[in-house]
Protein backbone atom coordinates (compact mmCIF):
# COMPACT_ATOMS: atom_id res chain seq x y z
CA UNK A 1 0.00 0.00 0.00
CA UNK A 2 3.12 2.60 0.95
CA UNK A 3 4.55 1.82 -2.31
CA UNK A 4 1.49 2.59 -4.39
CA UNK A 5 1.27 5.40 -2.59
CA UNK A 6 4.99 6.48 -3.00
CA UNK A 7 4.71 5.70 -6.43
CA UNK A 8 1.51 7.35 -7.12
CA UNK A 9 3.46 10.77 -5.88
CA UNK A 10 6.10 10.25 -7.59
CA UNK A 11 4.00 10.10 -10.96
CA UNK A 12 2.41 13.69 -9.83
CA UNK A 13 5.89 15.36 -8.97
CA UNK A 14 6.69 14.17 -12.65
CA UNK A 15 4.06 15.09 -14.68
CA UNK A 16 4.14 18.70 -12.89
CA UNK A 17 7.85 18.96 -13.33
CA UNK A 18 6.81 17.95 -17.11
CA UNK A 19 4.16 20.87 -17.39
CA UNK A 20 6.72 23.23 -16.22
CA UNK A 21 9.12 22.29 -18.98
CA UNK A 22 6.32 22.46 -21.59
CA UNK A 23 4.78 25.91 -19.94
CA UNK A 24 8.06 27.43 -19.87
CA UNK A 25 8.85 26.10 -23.85
CA UNK A 26 5.95 27.16 -25.09
CA UNK A 27 6.23 31.06 -23.42
CA UNK A 28 9.48 30.76 -25.19
CA UNK A 29 8.90 30.49 -28.47
CA UNK A 30 5.05 32.50 -28.26
CA UNK A 31 4.52 34.86 -30.50
CA UNK A 32 4.30 38.30 -28.75
CA UNK A 33 2.27 41.22 -30.10
CA UNK A 34 4.09 44.60 -30.24
CA UNK A 35 2.80 48.11 -31.09
CA UNK A 36 3.22 48.36 -35.06
CA UNK A 37 5.17 51.26 -36.85
CA UNK A 38 1.93 52.71 -37.91
CA UNK A 39 1.01 53.50 -34.64
CA UNK A 40 2.02 55.96 -31.83
CA UNK A 41 5.48 54.74 -31.12
CA UNK A 42 6.31 54.51 -27.61
CA UNK A 43 10.02 55.10 -28.28
CA UNK A 44 9.09 58.51 -29.75
CA UNK A 45 7.20 59.58 -25.77
CA UNK A 46 8.77 62.69 -23.74
CA UNK A 47 11.51 63.82 -26.18
CA UNK A 48 14.55 65.30 -24.23
CA UNK A 49 14.43 68.93 -23.52
CA UNK A 50 17.66 69.49 -25.79
CA UNK A 51 18.12 73.01 -24.49
CA UNK A 52 18.58 71.54 -20.83
CA UNK A 53 22.39 71.30 -21.53
CA UNK A 54 23.61 72.57 -18.00
CA UNK A 55 27.60 71.98 -17.39
CA UNK A 56 28.78 69.19 -19.30
CA UNK A 57 31.98 67.59 -17.91
CA UNK A 58 33.26 66.24 -21.20
CA UNK A 59 33.84 67.76 -24.28
CA UNK A 60 32.84 67.12 -28.26
CA UNK A 61 35.00 65.73 -30.70
CA UNK A 62 34.66 66.26 -34.66
CA UNK A 63 36.00 63.68 -35.16
CA UNK A 64 36.68 60.55 -32.84
CA UNK A 65 37.58 57.49 -34.92
CA UNK A 66 35.87 58.49 -37.96
CA UNK A 67 32.40 59.80 -35.78
CA UNK A 68 31.56 62.98 -33.84
CA UNK A 69 31.31 62.35 -30.33
CA UNK A 70 30.94 63.19 -26.78
CA UNK A 71 33.86 62.17 -24.79
CA UNK A 72 34.42 62.22 -20.70
CA UNK A 73 36.64 61.24 -18.75
CA UNK A 74 40.25 60.72 -18.65
CA UNK A 75 41.47 58.67 -22.04
CA UNK A 76 43.88 57.13 -20.03
CA UNK A 77 41.10 54.90 -18.18
CA UNK A 78 41.68 51.47 -18.79
CA UNK A 79 38.25 50.74 -19.10
CA UNK A 80 35.95 52.34 -21.40
CA UNK A 81 32.01 52.66 -21.90
CA UNK A 82 30.06 53.37 -24.73
CA UNK A 83 26.73 54.46 -24.93
CA UNK A 84 24.60 53.89 -27.80
CA UNK A 85 21.71 56.78 -27.83
CA UNK A 86 17.74 56.32 -28.10
CA UNK A 87 15.78 57.61 -31.44
CA UNK A 88 17.34 61.15 -30.05
CA UNK A 89 20.35 61.26 -30.88
CA UNK A 90 24.09 61.80 -29.14
CA UNK A 91 23.15 65.10 -28.03
CA UNK A 92 20.84 64.36 -25.57
CA UNK A 93 21.20 66.44 -22.30
CA UNK A 94 20.50 63.20 -20.03
CA UNK A 95 22.23 61.03 -22.00
CA UNK A 96 25.34 63.20 -21.55
CA UNK A 97 24.99 63.44 -17.62
CA UNK A 98 25.06 59.67 -17.37
CA UNK A 99 28.09 59.60 -19.77
CA UNK A 100 29.47 62.08 -16.83
CA UNK A 101 28.30 60.63 -14.00
CA UNK A 102 29.77 56.71 -14.94
CA UNK A 103 33.10 59.11 -16.10
CA UNK A 104 32.96 60.17 -12.82
CA UNK A 105 33.70 56.68 -11.40
CA UNK A 106 36.90 56.25 -13.41
CA UNK A 107 35.33 54.91 -16.94
CA UNK A 108 36.50 56.51 -20.41
CA UNK A 109 32.51 57.01 -21.76
CA UNK A 110 32.37 57.92 -25.47
CA UNK A 111 28.66 58.83 -26.79
CA UNK A 112 28.87 58.73 -30.55
CA UNK A 113 26.72 59.89 -32.99
CA UNK A 114 25.13 56.54 -34.70
CA UNK A 115 22.36 58.49 -36.22
CA UNK A 116 24.93 60.30 -38.70
CA UNK A 117 23.89 63.64 -37.97
CA UNK A 118 20.43 63.25 -38.45
CA UNK A 119 18.20 62.07 -34.87
CA UNK A 120 14.37 61.81 -34.78
CA UNK A 121 12.26 64.99 -34.65
CA UNK A 122 8.85 65.70 -34.23
CA UNK A 123 6.80 66.39 -37.91
CA UNK A 124 9.05 63.46 -39.07
CA UNK A 125 7.53 60.07 -40.23
CA UNK A 126 8.91 57.41 -38.17
CA UNK A 127 8.35 54.69 -40.80
CA UNK A 128 10.59 56.86 -43.34
CA UNK A 129 12.96 58.00 -40.89
CA UNK A 130 13.94 53.93 -39.32
CA UNK A 131 14.48 52.99 -43.01
CA UNK A 132 17.92 55.29 -43.13
CA UNK A 133 18.86 54.10 -39.06
CA UNK A 134 19.47 51.13 -39.35
CA UNK A 135 21.17 49.38 -35.73
CA UNK A 136 23.33 46.75 -38.27
CA UNK A 137 24.29 49.52 -40.65
CA UNK A 138 25.56 51.73 -36.63
CA UNK A 139 27.71 48.54 -35.75
CA UNK A 140 29.46 48.82 -38.84
CA UNK A 141 30.26 52.52 -38.10
CA UNK A 142 31.35 51.55 -34.37
CA UNK A 143 33.56 48.98 -34.92
CA UNK A 144 36.13 51.02 -35.80
CA UNK A 145 35.98 53.43 -32.71
CA UNK A 146 36.15 50.12 -30.64
CA UNK A 147 38.96 48.50 -32.88
CA UNK A 148 41.06 52.07 -31.58
CA UNK A 149 40.51 51.79 -27.76
CA UNK A 150 41.09 48.54 -27.80
CA UNK A 151 44.32 48.77 -29.09
CA UNK A 152 45.17 51.20 -26.20
CA UNK A 153 44.60 48.50 -24.13
CA UNK A 154 41.05 49.37 -22.79
CA UNK A 155 38.12 46.71 -21.77
CA UNK A 156 35.09 47.88 -23.75
CA UNK A 157 31.59 47.77 -22.96
CA UNK A 158 28.46 48.59 -24.51
CA UNK A 159 25.25 50.62 -22.99
CA UNK A 160 22.57 50.95 -25.46
CA UNK A 161 19.46 52.76 -24.48
CA UNK A 162 16.29 51.73 -26.95
CA UNK A 163 17.80 52.20 -30.14
CA UNK A 164 20.56 51.63 -29.23
CA UNK A 165 20.21 48.68 -27.34
CA UNK A 166 19.71 46.72 -30.86
CA UNK A 167 22.67 48.01 -31.42
CA UNK A 168 24.84 46.35 -28.29
CA UNK A 169 22.48 43.48 -29.37
CA UNK A 170 24.10 43.13 -32.44
CA UNK A 171 27.31 43.58 -31.26
CA UNK A 172 27.13 40.98 -28.72
CA UNK A 173 26.82 38.72 -31.80
CA UNK A 174 30.46 39.07 -32.35
CA UNK A 175 33.64 39.12 -30.09
CA UNK A 176 34.02 43.13 -30.67
CA UNK A 177 33.53 43.68 -26.70
CA UNK A 178 33.45 42.38 -23.46
CA UNK A 179 30.12 43.54 -21.85
CA UNK A 180 26.86 45.20 -22.64
CA UNK A 181 23.81 46.46 -20.77
CA UNK A 182 20.40 47.48 -22.38
CA UNK A 183 17.94 49.37 -21.23
CA UNK A 184 14.38 49.71 -22.13
CA UNK A 185 15.27 47.83 -25.62
CA UNK A 186 13.82 48.84 -28.79
CA UNK A 187 13.38 46.35 -31.83
CA UNK A 188 15.71 43.20 -29.58
CA UNK A 189 14.05 40.02 -30.23
CA UNK A 190 14.03 36.82 -28.74
CA UNK A 191 15.85 34.98 -31.16
CA UNK A 192 18.66 38.23 -30.62
CA UNK A 193 19.18 36.54 -27.31
CA UNK A 194 20.08 33.02 -28.56
CA UNK A 195 23.40 34.51 -30.27
CA UNK A 196 24.78 36.83 -27.30
CA UNK A 197 28.28 35.75 -26.81
CA UNK A 198 29.46 37.49 -23.92
CA UNK A 199 27.80 39.13 -20.28
CA UNK A 200 24.64 40.64 -21.31
CA UNK A 201 22.22 43.28 -18.36
CA UNK A 202 18.66 43.39 -19.58
CA UNK A 203 16.92 46.43 -18.02
CA UNK A 204 13.18 46.68 -18.21
CA UNK A 205 10.19 48.44 -17.01
CA UNK A 206 6.96 46.90 -15.61
CA UNK A 207 4.75 49.91 -18.02
CA UNK A 208 6.85 49.32 -20.98
CA UNK A 209 4.33 48.73 -24.14
CA UNK A 210 7.02 48.05 -26.29
CA UNK A 211 9.41 45.51 -24.15
CA UNK A 212 6.93 44.64 -21.90
CA UNK A 213 8.09 42.44 -18.78
CA UNK A 214 6.30 39.30 -21.07
CA UNK A 215 9.16 39.54 -23.34
CA UNK A 216 11.86 40.67 -21.34
CA UNK A 217 11.14 37.12 -19.50
CA UNK A 218 11.18 35.39 -23.00
CA UNK A 219 14.95 37.42 -23.06
CA UNK A 220 15.90 35.85 -19.68
CA UNK A 221 14.56 32.17 -20.57
CA UNK A 222 16.59 32.30 -24.14
CA UNK A 223 19.63 33.56 -22.13
CA UNK A 224 19.06 30.97 -19.54
CA UNK A 225 19.71 28.28 -22.28
CA UNK A 226 23.66 29.27 -22.79
CA UNK A 227 24.89 28.37 -18.97
CA UNK A 228 28.48 29.89 -20.59
CA UNK A 229 26.81 33.29 -20.52
CA UNK A 230 26.36 35.47 -17.45
CA UNK A 231 23.26 37.07 -17.98
CA UNK A 232 21.21 40.13 -15.57
CA UNK A 233 17.44 40.63 -16.08
CA UNK A 234 15.52 43.28 -14.14
CA UNK A 235 12.02 45.08 -14.09
CA UNK A 236 12.26 48.15 -12.48
CA UNK A 237 8.46 48.97 -11.09
CA UNK A 238 6.00 51.70 -12.29
CA UNK A 239 7.83 52.95 -15.12
CA UNK A 240 7.52 53.05 -18.55
CA UNK A 241 9.84 53.20 -21.67
CA UNK A 242 12.82 55.38 -21.76
CA UNK A 243 12.96 55.36 -18.05
CA UNK A 244 16.52 55.20 -17.96
CA UNK A 245 17.36 58.44 -19.33
CA UNK A 246 14.32 60.15 -20.85
CA UNK A 247 13.11 60.62 -17.22
CA UNK A 248 10.87 63.06 -15.66
CA UNK A 249 13.43 65.51 -13.53
CA UNK A 250 10.65 66.89 -11.86
CA UNK A 251 9.72 63.51 -10.55
CA UNK A 252 11.67 62.12 -7.35
CA UNK A 253 10.77 58.76 -7.86
CA UNK A 254 11.43 58.80 -11.52
CA UNK A 255 14.81 60.19 -11.08
CA UNK A 256 15.56 57.67 -8.16
CA UNK A 257 15.30 54.61 -10.73
CA UNK A 258 17.17 56.29 -13.76
CA UNK A 259 20.12 56.69 -10.70
CA UNK A 260 18.89 52.97 -9.72
CA UNK A 261 19.52 51.73 -13.52
CA UNK A 262 22.48 53.79 -14.07
CA UNK A 263 23.92 52.11 -10.92
CA UNK A 264 23.02 48.66 -11.96
CA UNK A 265 25.25 49.19 -15.92
CA UNK A 266 28.00 50.30 -13.95
CA UNK A 267 28.12 47.35 -11.63
CA UNK A 268 28.04 45.36 -14.53
CA UNK A 269 30.89 46.62 -16.21
CA UNK A 270 32.77 46.59 -13.04
CA UNK A 271 32.15 43.13 -12.34
CA UNK A 272 33.47 42.45 -16.53
CA UNK A 273 35.60 44.63 -17.69
CA UNK A 274 38.46 43.40 -16.11
CA UNK A 275 42.33 42.87 -18.10
Not at 71 to 78: E, I, T, V
Not at 185 to 210: A, W, Y
Request: proline share 6%; net charge neutral; charged share 25%.
Amino acid sequence: MARRATASLLLIVLLAAAATVSSEAEELTAPLLLPSASSRHPCLDNPPDMTDTGAEAGRAARDFHGLEAYLAGSSRARRAVILGSDYFGFQAPKLRKIADQVAALGYYVVVPDLLHGDPFKDGVSYEEWIKTHSPADAVEKVKPLIAALKKEGKTVGFGGYCWGSKVAVELVKTTEIQAVVISHPSRVTVDDMKEIKCPIEVLGGEFDVFSPPKLVHQFELALEQNKAIDHFVKIFPRVSHGFACRYDSSDPFAVETAEAARKDMVRWFSKHLKH
